[in-house]
């Protein structure tokens, strides 16, 4: 499951002690400390989701959120030196950015940042006007954005427990209803449409949470950066700046810090576990070849054929020596039977040792009851 947004966003009410006090909208906490997350610290937490198996697939859907757009508005900059060429300016909106270059090749740039509340449709907008230094006279450069509501179609995976998701389209049109509501009409792929409202307590509390951030932030010829306050709105407005014009901070998704912001205010509102989606899991599967075992089986199989051939061969033949074939027995010439013991007679021991290789003897029960003896095999050399 991933979370979305709800179709009808609206926000919580403070009250005053005086009965006669009108309510006051305030956004959630969680959509505060987003903004003081990704701002500050440049951390965006991820939407809310369940994925038990650490991977999963979620299907395309579509949520509110909050969106941003940042325009190149170099062409609005009007810039002017001064008859000596070493102090330069430059104008854009209610901005201005100085440059000094010294005799000691020491040369100081000035990059502003504002952050204001307008009365636009748009939460917060920001500008921002930086001067570079790589030359001289200085080049301008100067950007505006804007964050605003809007309805994204986004689809999200989660790979070894980390979660990624990617926007496919985004809607930033509302009309405004009687009761001064926001409806936003998005139309699906399969062409139907999903619709998303902002009740008006919603845009007047974070209408006023953009008043927070507003401030600006500038760079003095001494290369010190000095805010318009020492609260939160100063430094959301200098790391703004900062960012924006490509600092050295760089979040996983994002790289510019209005997107930023955006994306952790649009995954603080995201509060409602009810996207399904496909859980991948890890089974082991045990696939046997059987074919492999032909060998082994054969070979077990032909040994066992080999050994029991060999046994009852042994077993049958009236030849067959038994358990004490080996010639070498006859020669120690104790156990035999007094028949062979007379015809063998008192030979030395090379006529004994060429002899016995030619008895045949097996191991047998006396008759007479007096244990086992070695009695000649018929058809031996020596019986013949």
Not at 260 to 286: F, Q, Y
């Amino acid at each position: 499951m991933i979370g979305r947004s709800l179709y009808t966003y609206d926000t919580f009410q403070e009250t005053s002690l005086t009965s006669q006090a009108a309510p006051v909208p305030a956004v959630e906490f969680a959509v505060a400390s987003s903004v003081f997350a990704s701002l500050n610290h440049f951390v965006v937490h991820d939407p809310l989701y369940r994925c038990d198996s650490g991977n999963c697939d979620y299907p395309r859907f579509t949520t509110l959120g909050i969106c941003s757009h940042c325009h190149d508005t170099k062409d609005e900059i009007t810039s002017a030196c001064d008859t000596d060429q070493n102090h330069c300016w430059a104008n854009y909106r209610d901005l201005i950015g100085n440059a000094w270059e010294r005799s000691n090749d020491t040369a100081f740039s000035t990059v502003i940042n504002q952050t204001i509340n307008t009365e636009s449709v748009s939460i917060v907008e920001t500008f921002t006007l930086n001067v570079s230094m790589v030359t001289w006279p200085p080049t301008y450069a100067a950007w505006s954005c804007e964050i605003m509501w809007c309805v994204r179609s986004v689809n999200a995976t989660v790979k070894n427990s980390t979660f990624t998701e990617t926007q496919l389209d985004e809607h930033t049109e509302a009309t405004l209803q009687p009761d001064g509501s926001a409806l936003f009409q998005y139309i699906e792929p399969d062409k139907q449409v999903t619709n998303f409202t902002v009740t008006r307590s919603a845009q007047r509390a974070f209408k006023a949470l953009g008043s927070t951030l507003a401030g600006w932030s500038r760079k003095t010829q001494t290369g010190q950066w000095v805010h318009s306050s020492p609260l939160f709105g100063g430094m959301a407005a200098f790391a703004t700046a900062d960012m924006t014009v490509g600092g050295s901070h760089r979040h996983r998704h994002k790289a510019n810090p209005i997107d930023v912001m955006a994306d952790g205010m649009s995954n603080a509102i995201r509060n409602s576990l009810s996207v399904p989606g496909w859980r991948v899991e890890r089974h082991t599967i045990v696939q046997v070849r059987w074919w492999w075992m032909v060998y082994p089986a054969a070979i077990w199989i032909l040994t066992a054929v080999f050994t029991w051939a060999v046994a009852w061969s042994t077993m049958t033949r009236d030849t067959s020596v038994g358990a004490w074939g080996c010639s070498s027995i006859a020669l120690l010439l104790w156990g035999v039977d007094d028949d062979i013991r007379e015809r063998v007679g008192d030979w030395n021991s090379e006529r004994m040792e060429a002899k016995a290789r030619d008895i045949i003897v097996k191991l047998e029960k006396d008759e007479n009851g007096n244990g086992w003896r070695m009695k000649e095999v018929r058809g031996s050399a020596l019986g013949a």
